[in-house]
């Protein structure tokens, strides 16, 4: 278990690329250069000894040749051969089911079953055994119980694109839908409710280890677009983190995943799973063929050195998927992501978990600047049929970019936990300290330990350090705020501990009725009136929409408050006050709960 | 005027990307040169080029190799 960085090297033979189908060039027609294609993964994999999972596409389950190239690199190099429901274009699958759709999660749901039994069929018909993982950019709940159910061959899946929303979607210049925010970064357990959400235990467990296609920067992909930054080394080359053909970025990300093994128990993990398409001869974008291909083999080379200095394993999705289970099950990941492409020194906390996924940035004093909600389980049907028939993202409740984070201009707010500490009549905001963090485990919590930062509030200066926890199976936050050092000794700082949210996938604004926000034993209905309830104890927001309650709570004799938004502003805050001076600290707590 | 097409590689606007968009240029074989459909850039190749390389302008460690040890990340000499 100790120090086992385990790879996922997946390749689709895919007869009509998506991306290659009006661009492909060279001599041949367009199957035999993605064969071709296909056939150099292949290569390049097994000259540096690594084995993959060959996904098979439904258009490849037509062609006789790549089923025997299957059995053929199955039988000699231990390649899994699996069953992908990405490539469903072709011309058996146009004429059967008249539709230019691709994404399976936005097809009804009774064409998903359909579909799935159509190809699953076809693929038992080629092979005479069922696969044993499977996957597409993202698999919804309801498809993978149907899978579960029909097929319980399978163990894995891949069942999302990690951060590929809105982001994605623009970059596209509005035009690609796969939005599917708000998942894990690294493999998980999905929840039977909702395929973003790490399951519990056996009772929410949808039976498959999911995997993320590809592994992403956890900084770059956060506010940039998500496929530029990842373990796709011609996505890499999209993204123009290259000069001439050196793009030692791409061995900087996979060496930073490696390092997760420090915070996880020795466990790290990579997947690399490049299209045909991003190999075509005509080349992609800027980048000619040759650099197309270097790239793909430079990756390899580097997998494979790593695989021969003992630091590597290579595994197929089905044998990743027993390891998973075997080693990790329901634990909680978490990393502190260092910038490795801007220079900024910049570090981001993620934490996955049951209950939420957060990302807390050193370069706002350690402000929460997104949070995910997974307590509520929310189950979200998609497809044609359903009110969400292409968005599957789950819920934020802060999310910094979509919705302002710390606020910078002068009518309104953004979504962001942080904390103000005033004396004097001066007050400032810990989103305005740039600082560090180390990040430890010990007696089953993830601790992050901020270096402490220093406040000039009129006369006085206050050192505060900030620390956090979060406690292995709790749906619990723990925010220590150490006030260190006043210049005045016996000075009491203000430290208000707040969160402003509201809830949502997107940019764009969502309807606030039927919020309800308590302090103490006070109510209020959101009705963008502006009003602020003070009381003692604990402030809650509950938020229907998204099935959660949301609270922070510190000791019982603290003054609470809650804040109604307005129509140019519509969030909530929450918030917590003390009085401190030095020596002392103030511990709170925000807690998630799923309202029905 | 004849209708515009893909130049000899298929470059992307420079002006749209450096806002994270990618969009695909098209070809004006009269004026020799790329233009974008949906802001008002245009220019030619060698534009193009100096204008991408300076889209990497916010990649400050984009050449840098990195160790990551306990500490974090050093860069490597």
Redesign the interface.
Known sequence: MKDTFILNLVHRPELNPEYAEKTAGGGKGLEDESIDIFKLQQRLAHENGLKTTIQMTYSSLFSQYVVDLAKSDHQKYGDEIGLSLLGLPCRQFNEKYRTKDFCIWMFSLEDRKRIIDDVFGKFFECFGFWPESTGSYYLDAQSIAYIEERYPSVKCAVATCWEEGPKAYHTCNNSWYTLMDGGPWNPWIPSTCNTHVPAKGPEDDSHIVAIPHLSRDLIACFDGNGSNFGTHPQNVLRGMVYEGDQYPYLFNLIDQYRHMGKYNGGYSYNMMFVGPGWLNKKGRWEAPYSLLEKSYSDAMAYYGNLKKEGKLCDMGMSEFASWFRENRLYSSEAFLWKDILYGSEKSHFWYSSPSMRCCLDMNQGGAMIDLRPYESKLVRECGIGTSHVQEVSYPFLIQANYRAGYFTHYAGEGTVKSCTVSYGGVKADMCLCRTKAVLRSEDGQRVLELDPVQFKLGELVADIQSVFYFREGSNEVKTVRKVLRTSIPDAKVCITEYMTACYGTTEYPEPMDGIKLIAGDKTLDYQYKCRTVRAVGCCTAVVPQVECKVSMHASEGDECFVKEGYAFSPMFTLGLVRNAGQGEVFESWLKLEKAN | MAQAGKGK????CPSC?MR?????MFYDEDKKEYYCI?CCYHGSEEDVLQK?QM??F???????????D?D??KERK
């Not at chain 2, 590689?9 to 992307?12: G, P, T």
């Not at chain 2, 994270?20 to 695909?24: A, E, G, S, V, W």
């Not at chain 2, 916010?58 to 990551?68: Q, V």
């Open positions: 590689l298929n470059y992307r990307f994270d968009i990618d969009i695909d949906r991408n889209a990497r916010r990649y400050k460690s984009m050449l840098k190799r990195f160790d990551f306990d974090g990340q």
